[in-house]
């Protein structure tokens, strides 16, 4: 876990979680599932955010279930003491199927290996595993596909009759869901139809059921089931332009990046900026260096066009992007040093938000906010039970060691 100490202000950058902005979009996004359960995915350590205050700030506003993608992450969360349902899906041979049979998590099953090698881990330690059997439902990535599927069904039933295991839920993922009226997710919500109740007419009792990413909870309602995943929409930022703004749904952006103004400067007409001097400026002008760069998660694919609003004023990056620092034309704006600049945030004060900066970067605002590096040490605000504190992102301490020699995700 990262340990947490209590600051004020700060000096470089950092980026500045609001938990209450999280806990309203959890409680806008339940009111929209139609009584279905909703999952807070905290996968790559909840989207950049800190999956541990995060998990906990979900769970506070309703959140009956919290997702990971790695067993890592999960058992990070355990280790921290984060109870109830808790599952992770993303497994590969000789995972740490003992120590999450242990610790209580449901674990995904897409295929005949993984079925064996959590049984396994079932019968050593002495109590039945709890797995939920993924289908491979179009989007062509982890789950069994349709012809596999009696197959890895009959296997799941037989170790649940043995008693190794229980099949606590089938699940799909949709690979349009973004894209509403995609002819794929009306074929893909058929075939999980299909596969579901084959799996349920073999004696497969789920607790739960779903297929539901973010968009769909959004827009998808028939696809609810018993339970929704909200990954992106969760941290306020919309899944796709087609399914709205964050403002249209209702929903609040919870991170905020800014970094202090390092040096300001005037430099004459014709003076090249940062690498390759791919600009140059045209007049007489000031510049301002902003101390983040690629190693924080400022994207390189921004250069010349990444917004910035420094000292109340938005600017664009002028230049490239480095690694650890940009560089802004304030043209006549006057600027001191320490002045703040804010990349991204909700937009409440003319800032940039995420969505802006992926569209600079010719990307997703998913990237933007997960790619935020360990150097930018995360605040908190908004908390329940304290005073709102700084989190130092280094290197977790008491989490299980990655047999694969790995360092795991902090929580």
Not at 106 to 117: C, F
Not at 254 to 261: F, H, Q
Not at 321 to 332: E, H, P, S
Request: hydrophobic share 40%.
């Amino acid at each position: 876990m990262n340990d947490t100490v209590t600051t004020s202000g700060f000096s470089r950058a950092r980026a500045e979680i609001d938990l209450g902005a999280l806990r309203g979009n959890v409680a806008t996004l339940r009111a929209r599932t139609g009584g279905a359960a909703l999952m807070a995915v905290v996968k790559s350590d909840a989207y950049g955010h800190g999956a541990l205050p995060c998990a906990r700030a979900a769970r506070e506003a309703g959140a009956a279930w919290v997702g990971t993608a790695t067993p890592w992450e999960a058992l990070a969360l355990r280790a921290a003491g984060l109870d109830g349902p808790l599952m992770c899906w993303l497994w590969t041979p000789g995972g740490p199927w003992r120590e999450g049979v242990d610790a209580g998590l449901d674990m995904s099953v897409s295929g005949m290996w993984a079925l064996a090698e959590v049984v396994a881990a079932a019968r050593e330690a002495g109590r039945p595993a709890r797995i939920q059997l993924k289908a491979d439902t179009g989007l062509g990535r982890n789950g069994c596909q349709p012809g596999d599927w009696p197959e890895l069904v009959a296997a799941a039933r037989a170790a649940e009759a043995s008693g190794a295991v229980r099949v606590t839920g089938v699940w799909s993922h949709f690979a349009c869901a973004d894209e509403p009226g995609h002819p794929s997710i009306r074929l893909q919500l058929d075939m999980f139809r299909e596969m579901l109740a084959y799996a349920e007419g073999q004696g497969i009792e789920p607790e739960v059921r779903h297929i539901a990413n973010s968009p769909a909870a959004l827009t998808l309602p028939e696809a609810h089931f018993d339970l929704v995943r909200t990954g992106i929409a969760m941290y306020g930022v919309s899944p796709s332009p087609e399914v709205g703004t964050a403002r249209e749904l209702g929903l609040r952006p919870v991170m905020t990046l800014s970094a202090r103004v390092a040096l300001v400067k005037g430099v004459p007409a014709g003076h090249g900026v940062s690498y390759g001097h791919t600009y140059v400026t045209g007049e007489e002008t000031t510049l301002g260096l902003i101390p983040v760069g690629y190693a924080d998660g400022v994207p390189r694919h921004a250069s010349g066009r990444g917004p910035v609003l420094v000292g109340g004023e938005l600017h664009t990056v002028a230049g490239r992007v480095a690694m650890d620092q940009f560089v802004v034309d304030l043209g006549r704006h006057k600027v001191q040093e320490g002045a703040e600049a804010v990349l991204f945030g909700p937009g409440d004060r003319g800032e940039p938000t995420a969505e802006d900066w992926a569209r600079a970067s010719d990307t997703i605002a998913y990237e933007i906010v997960t790619r935020i590096g360990q150097r930018v040490p995360r605040h908190y605000v908004g908390t329940d039970t304290g005073p709102d504190t700084d989190t130092d992102t280094g290197p977790g301490t008491g989490t299980p060691a990655d047999p694969n020699g790995g360092t795991p995700p902090s929580a």
